[in-house]
């Protein structure tokens, strides 16, 4: 029955993704007093792009095709590991955190080898920006989560999560306020939204995720467009299980679970909608300013370590 | 000893955190005016301790400074420096000798280096220690803030934020100080904010810019 409810859960994260993403189109747009697309735009093209011809230029080997599929897998299994509607998740006890992050960083890897690989100038040049920012959103990633382990002494996702459901509302720890500002900052680097980058231009001076999926057509762009859908919901999931997971279903019961499910619905619409707002007040950071913006998240992430010592 | 209670005294003991987050976030900031923000935040943060504080050993007096601090530091003095950043019209950022990262990371190692300068101290003075810390940690952000940044306004802005330590200092260590002095202190601030505000106009007005860090020739 858990195994089932764990299985389900994966399947509502990779469902639901493209539907976060038109959401958050569509506040943006009207935020900004356009008229925006449905919120079902991103299903319509995932499908437009299935039915399409996969290119692939003539200067490319195996690995230009090896990537989109890895990238997808590597974020499936990423998101098998966050608890969403109650507090156990489908690989919840067979890896810890720093398997999550190297999860991520292997499916990025990936992704920056295929866009070497596709041959244009843009691919490595968004390859270049990628690896930088990752390479510095790597340690305050990994420090945070492990602030948060080292409090609940426990390095397993969900075993986070029962931990922070056992602690009172009230009582906000400086780790975890740290450790949330650390984490929320990654998760922008992370999931390539404003300041670091813009997910809607094909800008040049600008692109970096967009110039590594330059070259890319057809059901491998599906798939990787799709796995970056997926990436945002599950580091959105991420931070809710984390640091406010009440609400989450303690036991298997259906009344349990629909609680669970609004009150999960109403954390993702707020998270949604402090983003739009957010991407549609700040201005783009120039990329010499992004490692000055992963240096803040560094300082809270070491702080938030420094602390767990602190505060025993 | 109700629900609310209960949870008052939870937010209460964690209240210190806050405060280190407005800390670092005004370390952060790179526009004056989130700065001024962050600090009527800060301000309203402390306004709450002392509510909770006269609540838990039943001072009407501290209910009065409440209300002070609440007008003058949460609302008046905010709302002036935003009126004096309208008017300037000067360009708006802190402009800081620090980047961003930097800032943040000496902020944290005064917020660290503060625990361990109250730690011998808890004992003796009661108090909880991450309050007292965060008292320390403010005057000590405070003054880094006058140091690092170069906009003749922020030394204002620092100035307020180290008055905040101070203020918070003597809550936690003596439930406040006697009433007539809050008054004067409060309105000392108030005065000097003023004061400071025709300053920052005047070296404008002279030199054309607010970079105190070219303030170095004597000029009629």
């Known amino acids: 029955m858990t195994l089932a409810m764990n299985a389900v859960q994966v399947l509502l994260l990779i469902l639901l993704a493209p539907l976060v993403r038109g959401v958050i189109a569509r506040l943006k747009a009207r935020i900004q007093n356009r008229h925006g697309a449905t919120v079902w735009r991103p299903y319509a093209d995932l499908v437009k792009l299935f039915r399409k011809e996969d290119l692939v230029p003539d200067s490319a080997s195996f690995v230009f095709r090896l990537a989109p599929i ?89 075993g986070m999560v029962q931990w922070t459901i056992g602690q009172s509302f009230f009582q906000f720890s400086a780790v975890h306020a740290l450790a949330f500002m650390a984490l929320a900052l990654v998760a922008i680097a992370e999931t390539g939204r404003i300041p670091v980058d813009n997910p809607t231009t094909h800008l040049e001076l600008t692109m970096i995720h967009e110039a590594m999926v ?27 299980a984390l640091f406010v997971p009440w609400g989450i279903a303690s036991s298997l019961s259906a009344l349990a679970l629909v609680v669970a499910s609004l009150v999960l619905l109403l954390k993702i619409a707020a998270l949604v909608l402090t983003l739009a707002l957010v991407e549609s007040s700040v201005a783009k950071l120039r990329m010499y300013l992004v490692p000055d913006f992963l240096g803040v998240a560094s300082a809270l992430a070491i702080l938030a370590v420094v602390f767990t010592a602190l505060m025993r | 000893m109700g629900l609310f209670e209960t949870a008052a005294a939870k937010a209460l003991a964690s209240s210190g955190v806050f405060l280190f987050m407005t800390v670092l976030l005004i370390a952060a900031a790179k526009r004056i005016s989130t700065c001024i923000a962050l600090f009527s935040v800060q301000s309203l943060v402390i306004t709450a301790q002392i509510i909770a504080v006269s609540r838990m050993h039943h001072s009407a007096e501290g209910f009065v400074v409440a209300v002070l601090v609440l007008t ?131 070296i404008r007005d002279t030199f054309d810019h607010l970079d105190v860090s070219k303030l170095r020739r004597l000029r009629g």
């Open chain 1, 70 to 158: 890895v990238v997808f897998a590597t974020t499936l299994v990423v998101a098998a590991f966050v608890p969403l509607l109650h507090g156990s998740a489908l690989l919840g006890v067979s890896g810890d955190f720093i398997f999550l992050v190297y999860f991520l960083a292997l499916g990025r890897f990936f992704l920056m080898l295929g866009a070497m690989d596709g041959g244009s100038s843009f691919g490595g040049m968004g390859a270049s920006r990628e690896a930088l920012v990752s390479t510095l959103a790597e340690a305050p990633f990994l420090l945070a989560l492990m602030s948060v382990a080292i409090l609940a002494h426990n390095g397993s996702i969900a």
């Open chain 2, 72 to 202: 003058v530091k949460v609302v008046a003095i905010p709302y002036v420096l935003y009126r004096i950043v309208e008017e300037l019209q000067a360009p708006r950022d802190v402009s800081s000798s620090t980047s961003a990262s930097q800032s943040v990371f000496i902020a944290a190692g005064l917020i660290l280096l503060s625990f361990f300068a109250v730690r011998p101290y808890v004992g003796v003075l009661g108090g909880d220690q991450a309050m007292l810390a965060a008292a320390v940690a403010l005057v000590l952000t405070g003054g880094f803030l006058m140091v690092s940044r170069k906009k003749a306004l922020m030394q204002v802005v620092g100035l307020l934020v180290l008055d905040n330590g101070i203020f918070l200092a003597a809550l936690t260590t003596t439930f406040g100080m006697p009433l007539v002095i809050e008054i004067g202190i409060v309105f000392d601030l108030l005065m000097g904010v003023f004061l400071m505000g025709l300053f920052v106009f005047r």
């Open chain 1, 214 to 240: 330059l070259e890319y057509s057809g059901p491998s762009l599906a798939l990787i467009e799709w796995a970056s859908a997926i990436k945002l919901t599950v580091v959105m999931a991420l931070l809710i």
